[in-house]
């Protein structure tokens, strides 16, 4: 009885944190500096600190062009998580 509710927190967190990856992948930013603002003053801040990190990482390996880089990363990230939702849920009904 207590690992369908288990199963269940777990996806609405790693829905949460798919959600938070697709939307920095897709989102379109007009400067620079508001990406960057965005990205430390949204949702919770483990998860801005995973996001700034990555994007800190992107910024630095490619300086000329690292915002198409993060966003395919990120996009990546968030498929991923949507990836173990569905892992999680064929492993419980099988």
């Not at 998580?81 to 999680?88: C, E, K, P, S």
Request: aromatic share 22%; net charge positive; with cysteine.
């Amino acid at each position: 009885m207590g690992l369908p509710i288990l199963i269940s927190v777990a996806t609405l967190l790693f829905a949460m944190f798919a959600g938070v990856a697709f939307y920095y992948a897709f989102k379109p930013f007009k400067e620079r500096k508001d990406f960057f603002q965005h990205v430390l003053s949204t949702y919770f801040p483990f998860v801005a600190l995973l996001g700034e990190a990555i994007l800190y990482l992107c910024e630095k390996l490619f300086p000329t062009n690292f915002l198409p880089i993060f966003r395919v990363i990120v996009f990546i990230i968030g498929l991923l998580f949507i990836g173990l939702i569905a892992l999680m849920w064929l492993t419980y009904w099988t």
